[in-house]
């Protein structure tokens, strides 16, 4: 059976760090392309970050550049979010999510999920 366990979220003040990991099994990790999304209430999933498994680039959205680093332990099949200078807007469930075929930022192409981990970012 396919599973992505997320952990690592919480609550931190702003401007603080959280770390995300995403532990995978049951599926060729090799195979996917394994990514982060987050749901804030009452809006739709969004993309944050992702490594693509055909020319190993890694998508940011605008909104996180320079401040997540998305990292993959292809030995742990273990991929990781580093999250720095948090926003009140980071506030969010972060989905982790694996995607074997097309854009692995777009949430159609995603095959599996994560259950989801609250971060939430306020004073």
């Known amino acids: 059976e396919e599973q992505l366990v997320e952990s690592g979220g919480g609550l931190v003040q702003p401007g603080g760090s959280l770390n995300l990991s995403c532990v995978t099994s049951?599926?060729?990790?090799?195979?996917?392309?394994i990514g982060w999304f987050r749901q804030a209430p009452g809006q739709d999933r969004e993309a944050v970050s992702c490594?693509?498994?055909?020319?190993?680039?890694?998508y940011y959205a605008d909104s996180v550049k320079g401040r997540f680093t998305h990292s993959v332990d292809y030995a742990k099949k273990t991929v990781y979010l580093q999250m720095n200078r948090l926003r009140p807007e980071d506030t969010a469930v972060y989905y982790c999510?694996?995607?074997?075929?097309?854009?692995?930022?777009?949430?159609?192409?995603?095959?599996?999920w994560g259950q989801g981990t609250q971060v939430t970012v306020s004073s």
């Open positions: 999510a694996a995607v074997k075929v097309g854009l692995c930022w777009y949430a159609p192409f995603v095959n599996f």
């Open positions: 049951g599926f060729k990790f090799e195979e996917y392309a």
């Open positions: 490594t693509s498994i055909t020319d190993i680039s890694t």
